[in-house]
């Protein structure tokens, strides 16, 4: 009886490790997960419950085994059988043709050469080294010629199969990869070290790069590592296809995850305009690249191209501009924002970063000039990605002039204690890492902006009053609050530069215009700290009048939908301010006025209810849905969880949907939604 309850057990392990062998294969290399992770938890717990039972039936490509070892004293080192070489870059156009040029000329061949098209993920290279379709060895590419045994570490990472699917692989195998932290699991991380008051990883390659390299492989299974499959090495008792790309396909039925962006190029201008393609949505990946791998796609071409002494001739890097650079702090300026937050800003030696000339970065914070330990005249790492403003994110510390490390006062980046433009007392509140003024309307840097805020699109709506107008007008007196707005005249409107006559009487057109408003506008105008559009209009709803929202304490504004404790608490010191009281009046005196909204118990018919838009829709836009849902008190998230209560799934509806499904989340169509909103207005 033993011999056959042991069979049993066997039997359902080797069950349950190749059901979840599947779903690790569907969620890693597909991208298309068929279960939600409590399911999955649930498995691997049914798993590693099972084999403490039974300790000697655990095998090594066991999914509970991915940790487990003892930390390692140090890494040895592996000797690569077939080197793990770099690429050549390219930096232009032209570089990319000549490149072609070459391969045309050295294969004697007239006819346009088809490329395989890869992004370049900015990680760390490696090599996985299988045998009978076991993982036994992952390295470092190191020196290209000798690496580092991580093979402890590489087992933690999830997209990592420790067994191959299928049964068609190379008695030995050697998969070379990108392993990488998405750009996601880099912010999640750093915030984390944030927390703790730890250190924080200056990129995602730098977090990457410190994660495999942890002797306890238990630190790295916690960190949010990915990797992607792009070559092979060694290969031995099995063939391959005859077209990269055609392996690299094989490669992720075998279990690995392979990139969505790959393509084929016919000819080098169809290389150039993937290029293109691929900058156009760099910043809108889940992850960094720092450039684009053309790669000849015939393996045979590839051979007889052969090798230079540290690259292949068959393949190139062609490299977006950069995203880093080195540079020198010049000085430290102190800005003021509208909500009175004190920015400091280093004022840099000019560099040239990802196509731009920065002569200017955020510091953020107090907090983030002391983690950086940075004084001027320091050299720093600047970064810039995209649209996003540049930040210093390093010191050089190889690079730093005398006398400037701790201990010394010399260079040292002092916070002022009175605001830079009014001199009034700058605060800290509790739990907060930012410093304001608090001049508040008296602070002439807030005033500008807390009127440029006014009187933009989504507040008052005043057309023709643009940010160098309003700040002309505050320079020169005329406007010292919004209220004053209300007070221009035309005479000294058209007196000023760029005005004119016919300028100014638009002008005034507006701003008369504006005097008739709603509550929710009036209330996103006013520049209330944490209160958006959202904000407004659910305070608008749930209270009424302008009024009871200034006499209602921070109770009663908890309990609307969205406003936690602390926005709760902005809006009551909003409003207790006499300056702030003072305007309100000003702006009723002008004959600025707005209907009461009128609350009723059926108002706000669908409070408390998330709703997930997806898909095309047809009779309304995505942002009419969303604008008559938040009208009827719903909030309208742009991803599907748990919190989720329905979601619209319209036409060409993608991944959203499958993990509705999966959830069992309510799902709608895009007639049920209009039914849905026509009744409720009915």
Same mark, same amino acid.
């Given at each position: 009886?033993?011999?056959?309850?042991?069979?049993?057990?066997?039997?359902?392990?080797?069950?349950?490790?190749?059901?979840?062998?599947?779903?690790?294969?569907?969620?890693?290399?597909?991208?298309?997960?068929?279960?939600?992770?409590?399911?999955?938890?649930?498995?691997?717990?049914?798993?590693?419950?099972?084999?403490?039972?039974?300790?000697?039936?655990?095998?090594?490509?066991?999914?509970?085994?991915?940790?487990?070892?003892?930390?390692?004293?140090e890494?040895?080192?592996?000797?690569?059988?077939?080197?793990?070489?770099?690429?050549?870059?390219?930096?232009?156009?032209?570089?990319?043709?000549?490149?072609?040029?070459?391969?045309?000329?050295?294969?004697?061949?007239?006819?346009?050469?088809?490329?395989?098209?890869e992004?370049?993920?900015?990680?760390?290279?490696?090599?996985?080294?299988? =045998?009978e379709?076991?993982?036994?060895?992952?390295?470092?590419?190191?020196?290209?010629?000798?690496?580092?045994?991580?093979?402890?570490n590489?087992?933690?990472?999830?997209?990592?199969?420790?067994?191959?699917?299928?049964?068609?692989?190379?008695?030995?195998?050697?998969?070379?990869?990108?392993?990488?932290?998405?750009?996601?699991?880099?912010?999640?991380?750093?915030?984390?070290?944030?927390? =703790?008051?730890t250190?924080?990883?200056?990129?995602?390659?730098?977090?990457?790069?410190?994660?495999?390299?942890?002797?306890?492989? =238990?630190?790295?299974?916690?960190?949010?590592?990915?990797?992607?499959?792009?070559?092979?090495?060694l290969?031995?008792?099995?063939?391959?296809?005859?077209?990269?790309?055609?392996?690299?396909?094989?490669?992720?039925?075998w279990?690995?995850?392979i990139?969505?962006?790959?393509?084929?190029?016919?000819?080098?201008?169809?290389?150039?305009?993937?290029?293109?393609?691929?900058?156009?949505?760099?910043?809108t990946?889940?992850?960094?690249?720092?450039?684009?791998?053309?790669?000849?796609?015939?393996?045979?071409?590839?051979?007889?191209?052969?090798?230079?002494?540290?690259?292949?001739?068959?393949?190139?890097?062609?490299?977006?501009?950069?995203?880093?650079?080195?540079?020198?702090?010049?000085?430290?300026?102190?800005?003021?924002?509208?909500?009175?937050?004190?920015?400091?800003?280093?004022?840099?030696?000019?560099?040239?970063?990802?196509?731009?000339?920065?002569t200017?970065?955020?510091?953020?914070?107090?907090?983030?000039?002391k983690?950086?330990?940075?004084?001027?005249?320091?050299?720093?790492?600047v970064?810039?990605a995209?649209?996003?403003?540049?930040?210093?994110?390093?010191?050089v510390?190889?690079?730093?002039?005398?006398?400037?490390?701790?201990?010394e006062?010399?260079?040292?980046?002092?916070?002022?204690?009175?605001?830079?433009?009014?001199?009034?007392?700058i605060?800290?509140?509790?739990?907060?890492?930012?410093?304001?003024?608090?001049?508040?309307?008296?602070?002439?840097?807030?005033?500008?902006?807390?009127?440029?805020?006014?009187?933009?699109?989504?507040?008052?709506?005043?057309?023709?009053?643009?940010?160098?107008?309003?700040?002309?007008?505050?320079?020169?007196?005329?406007?010292?609050?919004?209220?004053?707005?209300?007070?221009?005249?035309?005479?000294?409107?058209?007196?000023?530069?760029?005005?004119?006559?016919?300028?100014?009487?638009?002008?005034?057109?507006?701003?008369?215009?504006?005097?008739?408003?709603?509550?929710?506008?009036?209330?996103?105008?006013?520049?209330?700290?944490?209160?958006?559009?959202?904000?407004?209009?659910?305070?608008?709803?749930?209270?009424?009048?302008?009024?009871?929202?200034?006499?209602?304490?921070?109770?009663?504004?908890?309990?609307?939908?969205?406003?936690?404790?602390?926005?709760?608490?902005f809006?009551?010191?909003?409003?207790?301010?006499?300056?702030?009281?003072?305007?309100?009046?000003?702006?009723?005196?002008?004959g600025?006025?707005?209907?009461?909204?009128?609350v009723?118990?059926?108002?706000?018919?669908?409070?408390?209810?998330?709703?997930v838009?997806?898909?095309?829709?047809?009779?309304?836009?995505?942002?009419?849905?969303k604008?008559?849902?938040?009208?009827?008190?719903?909030?309208?998230?742009?991803?599907?969880?748990?919190?989720?209560?329905?979601?619209?799934?319209?036409?060409?509806?993608?991944?959203?949907?499958? =993990?509705?499904?999966?959830?069992?989340?309510?799902?709608?169509?895009?007639?049920?939604?209009?039914?849905?909103?026509?009744?409720?207005?009915?």
């Amino acid at each position: 009886m033993s011999v056959i309850k042991y069979n049993n057990v066997a039997t359902q392990l080797k069950t349950l490790r190749d059901n979840i062998h599947y779903h690790n294969y569907r969620y890693y290399a597909l991208d298309d997960p068929q279960i939600p992770d409590v399911e999955y938890d649930k498995l691997l717990r049914q798993l590693q419950q099972l084999e403490t039972q039974h300790p000697e039936l655990i095998t090594s490509d066991s999914p509970s085994q991915r940790v487990g070892s003892q930390p390692l004293p140090e890494f040895t080192h592996i000797t690569h059988e077939i080197p793990m070489l770099s690429l050549d870059n390219a930096f232009n156009e032209e570089e990319i043709r000549a490149f072609n040029r070459r391969i045309s000329e050295r294969l004697k061949r007239e006819k346009a050469i088809e490329y395989a098209c890869e992004p370049k993920l900015d990680g760390i290279a490696v090599s996985l080294l299988y =045998k009978e379709g076991l993982l036994i060895r992952g390295a470092t590419r190191g020196d290209g010629s000798t690496g580092e045994d991580i093979t402890q570490n590489v087992r933690t990472i999830g997209s990592i199969p420790l067994k191959l699917r299928g049964q068609e692989y190379p008695q030995v195998l050697e998969v070379r990869g990108e392993i990488y932290m998405p750009k996601a699991g880099f912010e999640a991380l750093n915030e984390a070290a944030r927390k =703790k008051k730890t250190k924080v990883f200056v990129n995602p390659r730098n977090a990457a790069a410190g994660s495999l390299r942890q002797l306890d492989a =238990k630190v790295t299974a916690q960190r949010p590592l990915e990797m992607c499959a792009y070559n092979v090495g060694l290969v031995k008792g099995g063939k391959l296809p005859e077209r990269h790309s055609d392996i690299l396909q094989t490669l992720s039925t075998w279990g690995f995850r392979i990139s969505q962006e790959i393509s084929v190029a016919s000819t080098i201008d169809a290389c150039l305009s993937y290029y293109q393609e691929l900058v156009s949505k760099r910043d809108t990946l889940s992850y960094d690249i720092d450039g684009i791998v053309f790669k000849v796609n015939s393996i045979a071409l590839q051979t007889q191209l052969g090798f230079i002494a540290r690259a292949p001739r068959w393949a190139i890097a062609y490299k977006f501009p950069a995203e880093e650079a080195v540079t020198q702090l010049l000085d430290v300026e102190f800005q003021v924002g509208r909500t009175g937050a004190i920015t400091p800003v280093a004022r840099l030696q000019p560099v040239f970063v990802c196509g731009v000339t920065i002569t200017n970065a955020s510091l953020h914070n107090r907090d983030e000039i002391k983690r950086l330990n940075i004084r001027i005249g320091d050299t720093v790492i600047v970064r810039r990605a995209g649209d996003v403003i540049p930040k210093v994110v390093a010191v050089v510390n190889t690079k730093l002039p005398e006398k400037t490390r701790p201990g010394e006062f010399e260079g040292a980046i002092v916070f002022p204690d009175r605001c830079p433009v009014c001199q009034s007392t700058i605060t800290i509140l509790s739990g907060e890492v930012i410093a304001r003024c608090s001049g508040g309307l008296v602070c002439s840097a807030q005033r500008k902006q807390a009127i440029k805020h006014f009187v933009s699109r989504k507040a008052m709506d005043i057309d023709g009053l643009g940010d160098k107008l309003v700040e002309q007008l505050v320079d020169s007196g005329q406007i010292n609050s919004v209220a004053d707005i209300y007070q221009l005249e035309l005479e000294p409107l058209a007196a000023m530069e760029r005005m004119g006559g016919k300028s100014a009487t638009n002008l005034l057109q507006a701003i008369e215009k504006s005097k008739f408003t709603s509550l929710r506008r009036l209330i996103y105008a006013l520049g209330i700290r944490g209160v958006g559009e959202a904000t407004a209009r659910n305070l608008a709803q749930s209270f009424g009048s302008l009024e009871a929202i200034m006499v209602a304490d921070k109770e009663a504004l908890s309990a609307i939908n969205d406003i936690g404790p602390i926005v709760a608490d902005f809006i009551v010191q909003f409003f207790q301010q006499p300056n702030n009281q003072a305007v309100i009046v000003g702006l009723r005196q002008a004959g600025v006025h707005w209907p009461d909204v009128v609350v009723t118990i059926s108002h706000l018919p669908l409070r408390g209810k998330t709703f997930v838009l997806t898909g095309t829709l047809e009779t309304l836009s995505r942002s009419q849905a969303k604008a008559k849902l938040e009208a009827l008190g719903a909030a309208v998230s742009g991803s599907v969880s748990h919190k989720t209560d329905y979601l619209v799934a319209a036409a060409k509806s993608g991944s959203k949907l499958k =993990k509705a499904q999966n959830l069992d989340v309510e799902i709608m169509d895009e007639q049920a939604l209009v039914t849905l909103l026509t009744e409720i207005s009915a």
